[in-house]
Structure formats: C-alpha cells, structure tokens
C-alpha cells in the first residue's frame, strides 16, 4: 500500500506542474484521496465485506465529489487530475499511468449484470467531460478529447474527439479507395464538407456511398454514350474534358456546403 502510495504521488509530480511538494499532495489533492480509500475499499470488496466497502465508497464521494465503485479494477499510477464529477461503474477496469480529467464518465449502457463498463488499458488520456459507455477496450496510449462520447473500440494510439466520437490515427497508412473518392470529388467541383478519412459520422459515411455511386453511374453513362455513337455515327459522344455541372450547378453544391458548415457551428 505504501509503494503504491509513492507510486501515485509520483504520478501527481510527473502529470501536473502544479504541484509544489508531498504535504501539499497528500493534503488537498482530491483523486489521491478519492484512490486511497477506493484501494481500502476494492480489499474490502474483494473480501465479501461488500456493504462496508460501499459505505466506504459512498464517503469518498462526499468527501471528494469523486465516485468510484469499490468493485472496479484499477492499476499503477493511476491520476485523477481536479476530479469532480468522475464516475467509474463497477466492472470498469482500468490499467497502469492512465490519466482522468473531471467530469469523466466510465458507464454502461445496460441494466444487465456481467461485463458492462469500459477497459481503459495502460497509458490511456481521458479529457474533462468524456463519457466512455459499454464494454469494450480503450487500447494503449489512445487519448479521448474533452467532452467526447465514445461507445465503441478505440484503437491503440489513437485520439477520439466529438460526439459520436471519431477517430484520428497518426500515421495511418494511404487508403486508396479515399484517395479516389477525392480525386473524383474535385474533378466534378465538389468538396464535401469535413469529409475525410478520419472521420466516422454517419452523414459522411452517406455521402462516401453517394459519390462511389456517382462515380459509377457516370462511368455507365460514359459507356452508354460510346456505345451510342458506334452504331449512330451522327451521335456525339461526350468530350471527356467536358465539365459534368454546369456553373449554375455547382453554385447550389456550393450554397448547401455552406449551409452544412452553418449548421454544424
């Protein structure tokens, strides 16, 4: 107990410059308050003694505005940076140098017994305000922005941001299918608002469907009209240089880009 104890006043030193010396640590630092009885209270729950490691639970609340249920799992050199308003649900487990900022949330999304809460693995960043809800993983060094809402798996090093939240890899290799969609888009004068393979929300992933299909139908067409002119001879087939929107179209692509940008401020 005691080593662990260095252990976390360690981590307040090496994760906030504010901190100024132990005393100061151990006497006005809520989340050091808040995993020392939660630590006494996971022993006592481990023990059976579930009704007084609730009470216990229930007093670190109080006393710190940080609840964390006495059956949650949590590892070495954990930090809870201000730590009001942080909840941690029962089956959540939560490994070694992981760092919660206030008003984080690891819920479930069913009344359900078992496995309900998030696994947050080492290293893992949760910003002020992020809900983590359900049973699945949060791999290694990925950090979650403030106020996100992640339902799903987020992948080792990667950051979640929004609400629902997406994804942003570092270093992720070229996608050759978003490539084209791109290409594609800027050949005919249309920039989809945001839409970029970082991305994961629902409206985006339409208009990815929406431009794979165009691209087709205008490859059928472009087919059609050469089929055309071979057995007319008097048909004219389109140029491929030509320009598939007129202005006037491309002014109203234009004014509904706008109008999203508008909508999403």
């Given at each position: 107990?005691?080593k662990?104890?260095k252990?976390?006043?360690q981590?307040?030193?090496?994760?906030?410059?504010a901190?100024?010396n132990?005393l100061e640590?151990?006497?006005?630092?809520?989340?050091?308050?808040a995993?020392?009885?939660h630590?006494?209270?996971?022993e006592?729950?481990n023990k059976?003694c579930?009704?007084?490691?609730r009470l216990?639970?229930?007093?670190?609340?109080f006393a710190?505005g940080?609840?964390i249920?006495?059956?949650?799992?949590?590892?070495?050199r954990f930090?809870?940076?201000?730590?009001m308003?942080?909840?941690?649900?029962?089956?959540?487990?939560?490994?070694?140098d992981?760092?919660?900022?206030?008003?984080v949330?690891?819920?479930?999304t069913?009344w359900?017994?078992?496995k309900r809460h998030?696994t947050?693995?080492?290293g893992?960043?949760v910003g002020a305000?992020a809900?983590?809800?359900?049973p699945f993983?949060?791999?290694?060094?990925a950090?979650?922005?403030?106020?996100?809402?992640v339902?799903?798996?987020?992948?080792?090093?990667?950051t979640?941001?929004?609400?629902?939240?997406r994804?942003?890899?570092?270093?992720?290799?070229?996608?050759?299918?978003?490539?084209?969609?791109?290409d594609?888009?800027?050949?005919?004068g249309?920039?989809?608002?945001?839409?970029?393979e970082?991305?994961?929300?629902?409206?985006?992933?339409g208009m990815?469907?929406?431009?794979?299909?165009?691209q087709?139908?205008?490859k059928?067409?472009?087919?059609?009209?050469?089929?055309l002119?071979?057995l007319?001879?008097t048909?004219?087939s389109?140029?491929?240089?030509?320009?598939?929107?007129s202005?006037?179209?491309?002014?109203?692509?234009?004014d509904?880009?706008?109008e999203?940008?508008?909508q999403?401020?």
């Amino acid at each position: 107990m005691l080593k662990q104890l260095k252990e976390d006043i360690q981590a307040v030193f090496a994760r906030d410059p504010a901190a100024r010396n132990t005393l100061e640590v151990l006497t006005t630092y809520p989340g050091i308050h808040a995993l020392l009885m939660h630590r006494v209270a996971h022993e006592l729950w481990n023990k059976d003694c579930k009704g007084s490691a609730r009470l216990l639970s229930s007093f670190s609340r109080f006393a710190t505005g940080i609840e964390i249920h006495p059956g949650a799992k949590i590892g070495r050199r954990f930090f809870i940076d201000h730590g009001m308003g942080v909840v941690i649900g029962e089956t959540a487990e939560i490994g070694d140098d992981v760092t919660l900022y206030h008003g984080v949330t690891l819920g479930g999304t069913t009344w359900n017994k078992g496995k309900r809460h998030p696994t947050l693995e080492d290293g893992v960043i949760v910003g002020a305000g992020a809900k983590i809800l359900g049973p699945f993983t949060v791999h290694k060094n990925a950090k979650v922005g403030s106020n996100a809402v992640v339902t799903k798996e987020v992948p080792e090093g990667a950051t979640a941001v929004g609400n629902p939240a997406r994804f942003i890899i570092k270093n992720k290799p070229a996608d050759d299918q978003e490539a084209r969609r791109r290409d594609y888009a800027a050949s005919i004068g249309f920039q989809p608002y945001a839409a970029t393979e970082d991305q994961s929300d629902p409206v985006l992933d339409g208009m990815r469907v929406l431009l794979d299909r165009l691209q087709q139908n205008e490859k059928r067409m472009n087919l059609l009209c050469q089929r055309l002119s071979l057995l007319d001879p008097t048909f004219k087939s389109q140029q491929q240089d030509e320009q598939p929107y007129s202005a006037e179209e491309l002014k109203i692509i234009e004014d509904v880009r706008r109008e999203c940008e508008t909508q999403s401020k």
